[in-house]
């Protein structure tokens, strides 16, 4: 057998792509064809397309522009931006009117709790200006009005993004506990799940031996065109995540945002990563559809283990994973608990026109399901049975939005197809700790 039919190369693959002859589907285009019964061979796909849309805390924006004429001030010492503290440096930049702020994607306004880096983030990207206010060490106080536009660096950078899916919570306890891992307090006595990931389109779990993610990988961040640095904080070989920067200047506001948690805010990022099926090995990995991937269930409390299920149980694929909204039915309640609780502030109620919906805030994580009293809020969330649990455990909460992981997918299919993205193969290896 020839060699070209057992192994392929970088630029193999992007020559097929230049002559508009490269065979594309998205992680999930796959996998319905398996689900289908089709069999997949190595020489029918040579790119596969994957995403992933979450809370991924571990992302800063790293921000410098200019807010005054020099020698207006002598240095900042502290900065708000839409009342979002940010971190001044690591440039002093004495004396000449310009800013080099770090924002940590949780950071919580100091006004409204409600609101937090990632929807300032999202706001500076829709064009929105926003309030800077400065204490300068030499106690001036000043403000002053900026758009992205006008802020001629703007990069977004992960410290720890794109894990390799995550964990499904519960809380064994008695009493209801505060946590990141839920938009309010979490319920006691097996009463509710919440879960993270996206399964069969996870970039890591279609590479999870980074044959082809590394060092210099070019990725989507947030709709733009950027690059994985290395490996995330924490990340292991069982546990994988990646590091990575992208410019904010040309992101897309509908792959991000902020997310209120019970414990604070949170931060949405939505990574795209093609895949290029260098060899069969590679193969295996991607036909595993949501049903063969693994999801441990775990205590909210201590994350110790307690059951295992799969993906499958989560992301049903009978279902489209988006929530849906009848306004008809609608009770006008006094006070909209969706309203109340919907972490990305997509619903708003009034009392004259009753509930409007955001579709383009909404991050279909389910919770408005849960918690509407006219059901005017639709989700297919499922219920869990657990062993040694008498009841079957209803999933409330997701904090990955599979709806925008697979239009990240596709994206990145065109872009790749029309010749506006070129895959980089990596100028380094990633490593973990004890393996080189």
């Not at 990069?155 to 794109?162: D, E, G, I, V, Y």
């Not at 805030?361 to 049975?385: P, T, W, Y």
């Not at 994206?411 to 990633?430: A, D, E, N, R, Y």
């Amino acid at each position: 057998m020839a060699a070209s039919n057992i192994h392929r190369t970088f630029p193999e693959i992007q020559e097929k792509i230049d002559r508009k002859e490269v065979v594309i589907l998205t992680a999930q285009e796959i996998c319905d064809r398996v689900r289908e019964g089709e069999t997949i061979e190595f020489h029918d796909i040579d790119v596969v397309t994957t995403a992933t849309s979450a809370l991924m805390s571990g992302t800063y924006a790293v921000l410098s522009f200019k807010v005054a004429e020099p020698d207006t001030f002598i240095k900042a010492e502290k900065v708000w931006i839409n009342n979002v503290p940010a971190q001044v440096g690591p440039c002093p930049n004495e004396r000449i009117g310009i800013l080099d702020l770090i924002i940590m994607g949780t950071q919580q306004s100091k006004t409204d709790p409600g609101y937090g880096a990632g929807d300032l983030f999202r706001d500076l990207v829709l064009g929105k200006q926003v309030l800077v206010e400065i204490q300068t060490d030499d106690k001036q106080n000043l403000t002053c009005f900026t758009t992205l536009k006008q802020i001629p660096h703007a990069m977004l950078h992960a410290s720890r993004n794109a894990f390799k899916n995550y964990l499904a919570f519960v809380n064994p306890g008695k009493s209801a506990v505060s946590t990141i891992f839920h938009s309010e307090m979490m319920k006691g006595n097996y009463e509710e799940m919440t879960f993270c990931g996206c399964g069969e389109l996870n970039p890591l779990e279609n590479d999870p031996e980074l044959k082809t993610i590394g060092i210099g990988t070019k990725v989507l961040i947030n709709g733009a065109q950027g690059f994985v640095t290395g490996a995330g904080t924490r990340s292991s070989a069982e546990k994988p995540n990646l590091a990575g920067v992208a410019d904010m200047h040309q992101m897309d506001p509908e792959f991000m945002g902020g997310f209120s948690t019970g414990h604070g805010p949170d931060i949405i990022t939505t990574w795209a990563v093609a895949i290029p099926v260098l060899d069969r090995e590679m193969l295996i990995h991607i036909l595993k559809t949501d049903e063969q991937i693994p999801l441990k269930v775990v205590d909210v409390r201590n994350r110790k283990p307690i059951y295992e299920i799969t993906y499958g149980h989560v992301w049903n694929k009978e279902d489209n994973h988006e929530v849906e909204f009848n306004r008809k039915i609608c009770l006008k309640c006094d006070a909209c608990r969706v309203e109340g609780i919907c972490p990305v502030r997509a619903v708003h109620s009034d009392p004259e026109t009753g509930v409007h919906f955001d579709r383009a805030r909404c991050f279909n994580c389910g919770i408005c399901a849960s918690v509407c009293k006219g059901k005017s809020f639709a989700a297919h969330l499922g219920s869990i049975k657990l062993e040694g649990v008498n009841h079957k455990v209803p999933v409330t909460l997701r904090q990955s939005d599979r709806v925008a992981a697979l239009k990240a997918a596709e994206v990145l299919k065109h872009q790749i197809q029309k010749g506006q993205f070129k895959m980089t193969q990596p100028v380094g290896k990633i490593g973990f700790p004890g393996r080189p």
